[in-house]
Protein backbone atom coordinates (compact mmCIF):
# COMPACT_ATOMS: atom_id res chain seq x y z
CA UNK A 1 0.00 0.00 0.00
CA UNK A 2 1.29 3.63 -0.96
CA UNK A 3 1.48 6.09 1.60
CA UNK A 4 0.55 9.53 0.97
CA UNK A 5 0.89 12.61 3.20
CA UNK A 6 -2.33 14.76 3.88
CA UNK A 7 -1.04 18.28 4.17
CA UNK A 8 0.40 21.38 2.92
CA UNK A 9 3.44 22.03 4.55
CA UNK A 10 6.67 21.84 3.10
CA UNK A 11 8.45 21.01 6.05
CA UNK A 12 6.52 18.42 7.09
CA UNK A 13 6.79 16.78 3.30
CA UNK A 14 10.84 16.80 4.02
CA UNK A 15 10.72 15.43 7.38
CA UNK A 16 8.28 12.08 6.16
CA UNK A 17 10.33 11.96 2.85
CA UNK A 18 13.71 11.33 4.53
CA UNK A 19 12.28 7.80 6.06
CA UNK A 20 11.89 6.39 2.54
CA UNK A 21 8.81 5.64 3.05
CA UNK A 22 6.62 8.58 1.58
CA UNK A 23 5.27 7.71 -1.55
CA UNK A 24 2.53 10.68 -2.39
CA UNK A 25 1.15 14.39 -0.60
CA UNK A 26 -2.86 15.24 -1.00
CA UNK A 27 -3.61 18.89 -0.52
CA UNK A 28 -7.05 20.39 -0.13
CA UNK A 29 -7.73 24.40 0.31
CA UNK A 30 -8.84 23.93 4.35
CA UNK A 31 -4.88 22.57 4.78
CA UNK A 32 -3.71 25.22 2.62
CA UNK A 33 -5.63 27.79 4.51
CA UNK A 34 -4.32 26.06 8.21
CA UNK A 35 -1.00 26.44 6.77
CA UNK A 36 -1.45 30.06 5.83
CA UNK A 37 -3.36 32.12 8.30
CA UNK A 38 -1.67 34.92 7.82
CA UNK A 39 -1.72 34.55 4.24
CA UNK A 40 1.42 33.51 3.65
CA UNK A 41 0.29 30.96 1.34
CA UNK A 42 -2.97 32.61 -0.02
CA UNK A 43 -1.80 33.86 -3.35
CA UNK A 44 -1.53 31.56 -6.75
CA UNK A 45 2.50 32.19 -6.98
CA UNK A 46 2.80 30.87 -3.29
CA UNK A 47 0.65 27.89 -4.06
CA UNK A 48 2.61 26.85 -6.89
CA UNK A 49 5.39 27.29 -5.19
CA UNK A 50 4.34 24.64 -2.60
CA UNK A 51 3.34 22.74 -4.35
CA UNK A 52 6.33 22.24 -6.60
CA UNK A 53 8.57 21.95 -3.78
CA UNK A 54 6.89 19.10 -2.38
CA UNK A 55 7.34 17.56 -6.04
CA UNK A 56 10.81 17.59 -5.12
CA UNK A 57 10.56 14.99 -2.36
CA UNK A 58 7.61 12.38 -4.05
CA UNK A 59 6.31 11.26 -7.18
CA UNK A 60 2.58 12.10 -6.58
CA UNK A 61 1.51 15.50 -5.18
CA UNK A 62 -2.63 16.01 -5.53
CA UNK A 63 -3.52 19.81 -6.14
CA UNK A 64 -6.87 20.54 -5.52
CA UNK A 65 -9.12 22.80 -8.43
CA UNK A 66 -11.68 25.41 -6.53
CA UNK A 67 -13.77 25.88 -9.84
CA UNK A 68 -16.97 24.56 -8.98
CA UNK A 69 -17.46 24.40 -12.90
CA UNK A 70 -16.28 22.28 -15.72
CA UNK A 71 -14.82 24.78 -17.56
CA UNK A 72 -13.54 26.45 -14.70
CA UNK A 73 -12.02 23.27 -13.85
CA UNK A 74 -10.40 22.16 -17.07
CA UNK A 75 -8.40 25.81 -16.89
CA UNK A 76 -7.20 25.20 -13.36
CA UNK A 77 -6.45 21.77 -14.07
CA UNK A 78 -4.36 22.20 -17.22
CA UNK A 79 -2.54 25.30 -15.24
CA UNK A 80 -2.05 22.94 -12.57
CA UNK A 81 -0.54 19.77 -14.19
CA UNK A 82 1.68 21.98 -16.38
CA UNK A 83 3.92 22.83 -13.14
CA UNK A 84 5.63 19.34 -12.83
CA UNK A 85 5.14 16.00 -14.16
CA UNK A 86 4.37 14.77 -10.44
CA UNK A 87 1.05 17.18 -10.45
CA UNK A 88 -1.89 15.53 -10.08
CA UNK A 89 -5.31 17.33 -10.65
CA UNK A 90 -7.39 16.88 -7.17
CA UNK A 91 -11.42 17.31 -8.66
CA UNK A 92 -14.44 17.13 -6.60
CA UNK A 93 -17.27 14.67 -6.97
CA UNK A 94 -20.13 16.66 -8.88
CA UNK A 95 -21.81 16.17 -12.03
CA UNK A 96 -19.63 19.24 -13.21
CA UNK A 97 -16.12 17.12 -11.88
CA UNK A 98 -17.16 14.36 -13.60
CA UNK A 99 -17.46 16.45 -17.10
CA UNK A 100 -13.89 17.39 -16.08
CA UNK A 101 -12.41 14.34 -15.45
CA UNK A 102 -13.39 13.25 -18.83
CA UNK A 103 -11.73 15.88 -20.14
CA UNK A 104 -8.64 15.44 -18.58
CA UNK A 105 -8.84 11.55 -18.88
CA UNK A 106 -8.73 12.45 -22.29
CA UNK A 107 -5.77 14.76 -22.18
CA UNK A 108 -3.82 12.05 -20.11
CA UNK A 109 -3.88 14.50 -17.46
CA UNK A 110 -3.35 12.56 -13.74
CA UNK A 111 -6.47 13.18 -11.26
CA UNK A 112 -7.85 12.68 -7.84
CA UNK A 113 -11.13 12.74 -7.20
CA UNK A 114 -12.12 13.92 -3.99
CA UNK A 115 -14.94 13.82 -1.35
CA UNK A 116 -16.09 10.67 -2.26
CA UNK A 117 -18.43 9.49 -0.02
CA UNK A 118 -20.80 6.30 -1.74
CA UNK A 119 -19.91 3.10 -3.21
CA UNK A 120 -22.23 4.58 -6.46
CA UNK A 121 -19.79 7.66 -6.59
CA UNK A 122 -17.10 5.91 -6.75
CA UNK A 123 -17.76 3.71 -9.94
CA UNK A 124 -18.86 7.27 -11.55
CA UNK A 125 -15.82 8.62 -11.44
CA UNK A 126 -13.85 5.90 -12.72
CA UNK A 127 -15.69 5.13 -15.33
CA UNK A 128 -14.79 8.80 -16.06
CA UNK A 129 -11.01 7.96 -15.49
CA UNK A 130 -9.62 9.11 -12.91
CA UNK A 131 -6.23 7.89 -11.76
CA UNK A 132 -7.11 8.10 -8.07
CA UNK A 133 -10.33 8.17 -5.52
CA UNK A 134 -10.68 9.51 -2.68
CA UNK A 135 -13.21 8.07 0.02
CA UNK A 136 -13.49 9.91 3.35
CA UNK A 137 -13.39 7.77 5.93
CA UNK A 138 -13.30 9.36 9.33
CA UNK A 139 -16.07 12.21 8.34
CA UNK A 140 -18.75 9.35 8.15
CA UNK A 141 -17.31 7.98 11.05
CA UNK A 142 -17.81 11.36 12.90
CA UNK A 143 -21.60 10.95 11.76
CA UNK A 144 -22.19 7.63 12.82
CA UNK A 145 -21.10 5.24 9.98
CA UNK A 146 -18.56 2.94 9.31
CA UNK A 147 -16.09 4.60 6.95
CA UNK A 148 -14.03 1.12 6.27
CA UNK A 149 -17.41 -0.61 5.47
CA UNK A 150 -17.65 1.94 2.26
CA UNK A 151 -13.69 0.77 1.60
CA UNK A 152 -14.93 -2.91 1.74
CA UNK A 153 -17.15 -2.24 -0.79
CA UNK A 154 -15.25 -0.22 -3.21
CA UNK A 155 -12.69 -3.12 -3.04
CA UNK A 156 -15.00 -5.54 -3.79
CA UNK A 157 -16.42 -3.95 -6.44
CA UNK A 158 -13.25 -3.17 -8.07
CA UNK A 159 -12.32 -7.41 -7.75
CA UNK A 160 -14.99 -7.68 -10.48
CA UNK A 161 -14.14 -4.81 -12.59
CA UNK A 162 -11.00 -3.88 -14.62
CA UNK A 163 -10.88 -0.32 -13.27
CA UNK A 164 -7.41 0.90 -13.48
CA UNK A 165 -8.84 3.65 -10.77
CA UNK A 166 -6.80 3.58 -7.66
CA UNK A 167 -8.77 3.89 -4.31
CA UNK A 168 -7.58 6.47 -1.61
CA UNK A 169 -8.53 5.72 1.65
CA UNK A 170 -8.62 9.58 3.17
CA UNK A 171 -9.94 11.19 6.37
CA UNK A 172 -7.37 8.70 8.40
CA UNK A 173 -7.84 9.58 12.24
CA UNK A 174 -5.84 6.75 13.97
CA UNK A 175 -3.77 4.46 13.20
CA UNK A 176 -6.32 1.57 12.80
CA UNK A 177 -7.45 2.81 10.15
CA UNK A 178 -4.07 2.05 8.11
CA UNK A 179 -4.11 -1.55 8.72
CA UNK A 180 -7.52 -1.86 8.30
CA UNK A 181 -7.00 0.23 4.38
CA UNK A 182 -4.41 -2.19 3.90
CA UNK A 183 -6.13 -5.32 5.03
CA UNK A 184 -8.82 -4.79 2.46
CA UNK A 185 -6.40 -4.42 -0.50
CA UNK A 186 -6.83 -0.55 -0.52
CA UNK A 187 -3.92 1.25 -3.00
CA UNK A 188 -3.24 4.41 -0.73
CA UNK A 189 -4.34 5.78 2.14
CA UNK A 190 -3.05 9.61 2.71
CA UNK A 191 -2.36 10.31 6.39
CA UNK A 192 -2.37 13.55 8.59
CA UNK A 193 1.43 14.70 10.01
CA UNK A 194 0.65 13.80 14.00
CA UNK A 195 -0.83 10.42 12.78
CA UNK A 196 1.90 9.56 10.34
CA UNK A 197 4.55 10.56 13.51
CA UNK A 198 2.61 8.01 15.54
CA UNK A 199 3.00 4.54 13.19
CA UNK A 200 6.84 3.71 13.86
CA UNK A 201 6.11 4.16 17.51
CA UNK A 202 5.28 1.32 20.23
CA UNK A 203 5.66 1.14 24.12
CA UNK A 204 7.31 -2.29 23.78
CA UNK A 205 9.95 -1.07 20.86
CA UNK A 206 11.02 1.56 23.18
CA UNK A 207 10.99 -0.45 26.06
CA UNK A 208 13.20 -3.13 24.62
CA UNK A 209 15.39 -0.92 23.29
CA UNK A 210 16.29 0.74 26.75
CA UNK A 211 16.52 -2.78 28.19
CA UNK A 212 19.07 -3.46 25.09
CA UNK A 213 21.11 -0.31 25.97
CA UNK A 214 20.95 -0.86 29.55
CA UNK A 215 22.20 -4.81 29.18
CA UNK A 216 25.30 -3.32 26.65
CA UNK A 217 26.55 -0.79 29.18
CA UNK A 218 26.58 -3.90 31.51
CA UNK A 219 28.84 -6.10 28.70
CA UNK A 220 31.41 -3.19 28.25
CA UNK A 221 31.65 -2.37 32.24
Not at 17 to 27: I, R
Not at 80 to 109: C, D, Q, R
Not at 127 to 155: C, H, N, V, W, Y
Request: with cysteine.
Amino acid sequence: MKLFLDTANTEHVAEIAAWGVLDGVTTNPSLVAKEGKDGSTSSPQVFKATILEMCKHVPCVSAQVTAVDAEGMKKQGEEYASWHKNVVVKVPMTTEGLKALTYFASKKIKTNTTLIFSVAQAILAAKAGATIISPFIGRLDDQGEDGMTLIAEIMEVWAHYDFTTEVLVASTRHPRHIIDAAMLGAHISTIPYDLFKKLPNHSLTDSGIKKFQQDWEKVKK
